[in-house]
Nanobody
């Protein structure tokens, strides 16, 4: 059974940090590109960060460049999102996404709330 389980969300003050984790199971994690998306209330889902298989390429939304870092540990089937210098506008549900060719898996999300 395929599962993506996000964790690490919570309430943090502006300027603080959080580290999100996404634990994967039920598929061959290492060959999948892994993405973090977020969706703020009343807004569309936004791609935040990408890490390709084997960590060959990283990319970030302009809004998080220099503050967020995506990484993966294929031995643990886990992808991470280190979020520093958090802002109230980073408040959203953060989703983990796995993609390989036409195969696409999603987690249920973890809520991040940044207070001003």
């Amino acid at each position: 059974q395929v599962q993506l389980v996000e964790s690490g969300g919570g309430l943090v003050q502006a300027g603080g940090s959080l580290r999100l984790s996404c634990a994967a199971s039920g598929f061959r994690f290492s060959i999948f590109d892994m993405n973090w998306y977020r969706q703020a209330p009343g807004k569309e889902r936004e791609l935040v960060a990408v890490i390709t298989s084997a960590g060959g390429r990283l990319s970030y939304a302009d809004s998080v460049k220099g503050r967020f870092t995506i990484s993966r540990d294929d031995a643990k089937n886990t992808v991470y999102l280190q979020m520093n210098s958090l802002k109230p506008e980073d408040t959203a549900v953060y989703y983990c996404n796995a993609v390989f060719l036409r195969v696409d898996y999603w987690g249920k999300g973890t809520l991040v709330t940044v207070s001003s």
